[in-house]
Antibody, heavy 121, light 110 residues
Framework: QVQLVESGGGVVQPGRSLRLSCVASAFTFSSYAMYWVRQAPGKGLDWVAVIWFDGSNIYYADSVKGRFTISRDNSKNTLYLQMNSLRVEDTAVYYC??????????????WGQGALVTVSS | QTVVTQEPSFSVSPGGTVTLTCGLSSGSVSTRYFPSWYQQTPGQAPRTLIYNTNTRSSGVPNRFSGFILGNKAALTITGAQAQDESLYYCVLNTDGGIWVFGGGTKLTVL
């Protein structure tokens, strides 16, 4: 059974950094595109970033471009989200998710349980 | 800025059929947008129902079906059950690697 487990969430002050991790299991991690999606308290889903199976292509939402970096280590079955210059409006549950296939035109099929990031002074 | 539109709310009677839609603020939705649908109950992670317009995710009952209806993507629930009361989100691939979620439809079964 596909499993995605996020970690690294917490409370951080505006302007600071935080790194989320997502450990994947029960599938061949290196064969799938991976996503980060977030959900602010009481709000809808908000796509953040996607990375191809081999890390060769990456796309970001305009709201995080230049501040967030998605990456992956296929040898460790782990997806990362480095979040810099955090803002109050970045407060959300961050979900790690796996795509149906390997590249960008592949919707999300599996979701993790999420990690809460709170940006507050 | 692409906006993906969904009905804010919908209600259906138990056993009834309901169709939720997913459109674009400008233009028509087609299969090339890879429309996909997700169900979310409060406090839980989303669950994938349908991807690539009409492919049911593993374990999803066949009373959930996806298709293109006119200029929108659509999700039909046939024989609605109390457990279907949830938020439903669609997502579209709008520009290469960019994905945009709709605002979600709150479905009430009563």
């Amino acid at each position: 059974q596909v499993q995605l487990v996020e970690s690294g969430g917490g409370v951080v002050q505006p302007g600071r950094s935080l790194r989320l991790s997502c450990v994947a299991s029960a599938f061949t991690f290196s064969s799938y595109a991976m996503y980060w999606v977030r959900q602010a308290p009481g709000k809808g889903l908000d796509w953040v970033a996607v990375i191809w199976f081999d890390g060769s292509n990456i796309y970001y939402a305009d709201s995080v471009k230049g501040r967030f970096t998605i990456s992956r280590d296929n040898s460790k079955n782990t997806l990362y989200l480095q979040m810099n210059s955090l803002r109050v409006e970045d407060t959300a549950v961050y979900y790690c998710a796996r795509g149906v296939g390997a590249t960008f035109k592949t919707p999300i099929e599996y979701w993790g349980q999420g990690a809460l990031v709170t940006v507050s002074s | 800025q692409t906006v993906v539109t969904q009905e804010p709310s919908f209600s259906v009677s138990p056993g009834g059929t309901v169709t939720l839609t997913c459109g674009l603020s400008s233009g028509s939705v087609s299969t090339r947008y890879f429309p996909s649908w997700y169900q979310q109950t409060p406090g839980q992670a989303p669950r994938t129902l349908i991807y690539n317009t009409n492919t049911r995710s593993s374990g999803v009952p066949n009373r959930f079906s996806g298709f293109i209806l006119g200029n929108k993507a659509a999700l039909t629930i046939t024989g609605a059950q109390a457990q279907d009361e949830s938020l439903y989100y669609c997502v579209l691939n709008t520009d290469g690697g960019i994905w945009v979620f709709g605002g979600g439809t709150k479905l009430t079964v009563l």
